[in-house]
């Protein structure tokens, strides 16, 4: 079982940056893949950055890529996004969400993904 957490959410100017947090419980963080998804009013969630477990796969939605990025500590059991040069449509809440899957394998599907935290807003004003 995981319990994860994010913070790090708020209100920023378009141009601005944030970084998202996501604490997780337990010993065994280091063997998830790891996700942020995010869901605007109206529309459905997005899979926006994921990290494979042995950290050597990333994935970033094109929407993102070159601005966006995603790291993870496993010693401090956390998982970040620092969201750089933020626009508008970049405003959602955002969730991590951790999978059982081990290896390089980075599944892209919501539906792979056991664990989500609670979420944080991100309101980005233009």
């Known amino acids: 079982q995981v319990q994860l957490v994010e913070s790090g959410g708020g209100l920023v100017q378009a141009g601005g940056s944030l970084r998202l947090s996501c604490l997780a419980s337990?010993?065994?963080?280091?063997?998830?893949?790891m996700g942020w998804f995010r869901q605007a009013p109206g529309k459905e969630r997005e899979f926006v950055a994921g990290?494979?477990?042995?950290?050597?796969?990333?994935y970033y939605v094109d929407s993102v890529k070159g601005r966006f990025t995603i790291s993870r500590d496993n010693a401090k059991i956390a998982l970040y996004l620092q969201m750089n040069s933020l626009k508008a449509e970049d405003t959602a809440v955002y969730y991590c969400?951790?999978?059982?899957?081990?290896?390089?394998?980075?599944?892209?599907?919501?539906?792979?993904?056991?664990?989500w935290g609670q979420g944080t807003q991100v309101t980005v004003s233009s």
């Open positions: 337990g010993r065994t963080f280091s063997n998830y893949a």
């Open positions: 969400a951790a999978s059982l899957d081990r290896g390089s394998y980075l599944p892209l599907s919501g539906g792979q993904y056991v664990y």
């Open positions: 990290l494979s477990q042995t950290g050597d796969h990333t």
